[in-house]
């Protein structure tokens, strides 16, 4: 999939990065959901950055997660080396590396303190007396 975006020699290297068995299930995805020629272009470089910054930091493809995209983003900006969607294609990393499960999926922390349960008791009524949609609680 990668010959469709690169030349050989490209498509190569990105495979060899930290997640180079996940490289072309990554392109295949992103083709699925549309985007266009270049954009994929684009999104398969930031991989190959994130890549590189992981493995400068000495992190491995589990230590991926927002936190992770976040400090990615925002070494890639003090670089002054920020691209448009770099942390946005970090993050859509990570949701399909948890998809096809080489990522664990979190667990929800259920808040039972006081001012948890007053937030919770809040959304309930948010949603039911005030028709509130779930997107903008």
């Known amino acids: 999939m990668l010959e469709k975006f690169f030349i050989p020699e490209t498509a190569e290297r990105l495979r060899s990065c930290l997640f180079g068995a996940q490289v072309d299930a990554f392109c295949a995805s992103l ?4 985007y266009a020629h270049r954009t994929i272009e684009e999104k398969l470089r930031t991989v190959e950055r994130l890549s590189r910054w992981m493995v400068a930091k000495h992190l491995t493809i ?4 927002e936190h992770c995209a976040r400090e990615f983003s925002n070494a890639e900006r003090r670089a002054a ?3 448009r969607g770099g942390r946005a294609t970090a993050l859509q ?6 998809e096809v499960e080489v990522l664990p999926t979190p667990e929800l922390v259920c808040d039972s303190s006081p001012t948890g349960t007053l937030l919770g008791c809040y959304e309930v009524y948010l949603r039911s007396e005030r028709a509130v949609v779930e997107t903008t609680i």
């Open 81 to 83: 080396r920020e691209r």
């Open 31 to 34: 083709t699925g959901l549309g």
């Open 93 to 98: 990393l990570v949701a399909q590396l948890r």
């Open 62 to 65: 589990g230590a991926l997660d």
